[in-house]
């Protein structure tokens, strides 16, 4: 009995960190273009003592960027503080930066997340022999109920920029402290299992999608991680998804630029979640996405092992420079011609899937009323 409950808590164990893995790990997670700028929302009244707030963020997906509310949690321990996420221009994209618990708040790309989290380090509390101190002019706290609370008036010396994410073209241009690199490198803690569970419900929420709600969340905060269906709703009062012609991954599919391989290519993006006022239409719609976004990446994964395997005989033959140039002009005709392809289809499922549009009632062109019976009718 001893050893099936020491495998069973095992196998519990290892489910946990595959889920931490899957919903935090994106530190390696590269996306070609920025995320939508930072809605404006009211911070839920901390639910206790001992709570931190965890300002909301951007997330990635895989072919479209999510909210994550913003949150009270629990600090693991006392005398930590939590550094948020952030998303940082590497050269070739934008590199999410995963968010941790440490003794010190490290750097988190500059970006003014509010409620404290100005840009750097924290102004909403300070540890005092492991009780947690509340600044409330900019920590929404029931006095009541938490009295180690005192009031400190910020200077806000970074602007009221809503830009989420450090460097590259419009990003916020700032670098990290000397003191910020050393809390960078103490020792710290993974988000918690509840921030985990927080991120992946979110992440299955297609209303959370940026496509979705053009920037404005329906949830943009939330008292507790996962309380998403609490009352009162706290709703972004602003927000702005992608500017007009901006870096949208819609424009990305249909300019590959100079790619010469498939894995040069922009991620592969999906077209925004369906919505012709028919749930059963809907849900069909979304299946057909899903599907041509499932061929198209197994398309990009044939056309690269195509090329790898091609790129290796030559290697094998010593082919001369001549030869190599040759083949990666193939190559990248091949690249540019599947992008464009993939564009199209993805233009066509998109004019396929527009809700139906009824007449307007009135006068037709022959002059005779329409009734409600001719409506819609082709």
Known sequence: MHRIFSIRSLLVAVGMLLLSAASFAQ??????????????????????????WTPGYWAWDGYDYYWVPGTWVLAPRPGYFWTPAWWGWGGSGFTFHEGYWGPRVGFYGGINYGFGYFGHGYEGGRWEHDHFYYNRTVNNVNVNI??????????????????AYNGGRGGIEARAS????????????????AQVQ???????????????????????????????????????????????GS????????????AVHPKELPPNSRISNP?????????????QQDQLYSRQEQQRQRLEQKQEQEHQRYSQKQANQERNQQ????????????????YQQQERMQQHQQPPQPRESGHNESGHKESGHDKGKP
């Open 27 to 52: 530190f390696g997670v590269v996306v070609s273009f920025g995320p939508p700028e930072l809605p404006v929302y009211e911070q839920p009244i901390c639910p206790g003592d001992g709570y931190i």
């Open 275 to 287: 919505n012709t006022g028919n749930s059963g239409r809907d849900r069909k719609y979304q299946q």
């Open 146 to 163: 938490i009295h180690n609370t005192y009031n400190t008036t910020i200077v806000n010396n970074y602007g009221n920029s809503r830009v």
């Open 327 to 342: 083949l990666e002009r193939q190559h990248q005709q091949q690249t540019q011609q599947l992008a464009q392809q993939h």
């Open 247 to 258: 870096a949208r991954p819609e424009n990305y599919s249909r300019d590959p630029g100079n």
């Open 178 to 193: 000397r003191e910020e690199e050393s809390a960078m490198h103490e020792r710290h803690i993974s988000p918690v299992r």
């Open 198 to 244: 927080h991120v992946q419900e979110a992440r299955n929420n297609p209303e959370f999608r940026s496509s979705s709600n053009h920037g404005r969340p329906p949830v943009a905060a939330t008292s507790r991680p996962g309380a998403f269906n609490e009352s009162p709703k706290f709703s972004a009062r602003e927000g702005r998804g992608y500017e007009s």
